[in-house]
């Protein structure tokens, strides 16, 4: 156990529809970094937020959005669902050395 | 430039040594990494080393790192069929925000 907590496991969900992957870091971590893997893209960042701020910003689609609430759990928005979008998509939280240290992801499979 | 190249796949036979290689683009780089992903679960941290070290081995595990060339290995020791799995490294580099570029991850298969 990463103490990076990931829900849902899984997502089932159909094309067009919204969905919301909530992430909690580990306990005193700040940081929280969205990666999405996939077959054909492998792991690809999407976002970084630190205390509440969006720090960096990777690969996201204008479709998807995140936000970290003052408790410091984040929150994906995967909207307008396509089928290209089912992956797994992880959340990490970061040590000072700079290594991310992460949840156990939520598979996401879109119909 | 951020690319990280790893080859696909690598089998060997289990108690041998395993070297996994990794070629990295951005000589800004400060620390590398290694980790590893046993299937339906998440990214487990292996090691990682400075990007001024040539060499970090802990326990089974042997990292090099031949900055010039951009060169990353990781070799396991001894190795059993529980190290089946895929390996990805990532490098963090200076700029955006501390994120690591992954690799493309090469799969380990070891076999009695």
């Known amino acids: 156990d990463s103490g990076v907590t990931q829900t849902p496991k899984h997502l089932i969900t159909a094309t067009g529809q919204r969905v919301t992957l909530r992430c909690s870091p580990r306990?005193?971590?700040?940081?929280v970094y969205w990666y999405q893997q996939s077959l054909d893209q492998g792991l690809q960042f999407l976002i970084q937020?630190?205390?509440?701020?969006?720090?960096a910003k990777g690969n996201i689609l204008e479709r998807f959005s995140a936000q970290q609430f003052p408790d410091l759990h984040s929150e994906l928005n995967l909207s307008s669902l396509e089928l290209g979008d089912s992956a797994l998509y992880f959340c990490?939280?970061?040590?000072?050395?700079?290594?991310?240290?992460f949840g156990p992801g939520t598979r996401l499979t879109v119909l | 430039g951020e690319d990280v190249e790893q080859s696909l796949f690598l089998s060997v036979r289990e108690g041998d040594s395993s070297v996994i290689n990794c070629t990295y683009t951005?000589?800004?780089?400060?620390?590398l990494y290694w980790y590893k992903q046993e299937p339906g679960a998440g990214l487990q941290l292996l090691t990682y080393?400075?990007?001024?070290?040539d060499m970090k081995q802990d326990q089974r595990l042997t990292v090099l790192l031949n900055k010039k060339d951009k060169h990353l290995s990781l070799r396991i020791a001894d190795t059993q069929t529980g190290d089946s799995a895929i390996y990805f490294c990532?490098?963090?580099?200076?700029?955006?925000?501390?994120?690591?570029?992954f690799g493309t991850g090469t799969q380990l298969k070891v076999e009695l």
């Open positions: 990490a939280s970061s040590e000072p050395s700079g290594s991310l240290i």
């Open positions: 990532a490098e963090r580099f200076t700029g955006g925000g501390n994120k690591l570029t």
């Open positions: 937020y630190y205390n509440g701020e969006e720090r």
């Open positions: 306990s005193g971590d700040l940081s």
């Open positions: 951005d000589s800004s780089s400060t620390y």
């Open positions: 080393i400075f990007s001024n070290m």
